[in-house]
């Protein structure tokens, strides 16, 4: 049981330390550089947020997360674009994270 609950508990820090580092990162962006968002970033983030939402509904082995697609406009948008694939590749490693929140 110790090892279970292990696993379920580094791969859940795993989830919430990449959703902060990508927040961090997207505030430090928007204020840095708001007029240089990357055309595909709202697109990641409703993707991740829809994942996460048809995995609570119990949808697992929905739609995974796509890669990235655009240039880095500035290195505050490329930080954000990289902890944003952080989280992506955390979601789309194992959504049986998700079973330790119901």
């Known amino acids: 049981m110790h090892m279970l609950a292990d696993r379920y508990e580094r791969r859940t820090l795993r989830l919430f330390a990449s959703s ?9 962006a928007l204020r840095d550089d708001p007029d240089n968002m990357p055309a595909d970033l ?8 829809q994942h996460i939402t048809d995995v609570e509904a119990g949808k697992l082995g929905g739609q995974r ?3 990235i697609v655009s240039p880095y406009p500035s290195p505050q948008w490329q930080a954000c674009s990289e902890a ?5 590749e955390a979601l789309n490693a194992d959504e049986s994270v998700f079973e330790i929140f119901r």
């Open 65 to 67: 997360v796509p890669p």
């Open 84 to 88: 944003l694939r952080t989280l992506e």
């Open 42 to 49: 709202p697109a990641r983030m409703e993707t991740v947020g």
């Open 20 to 28: 902060l580092l990508f927040a961090d990162t997207l505030f430090r």
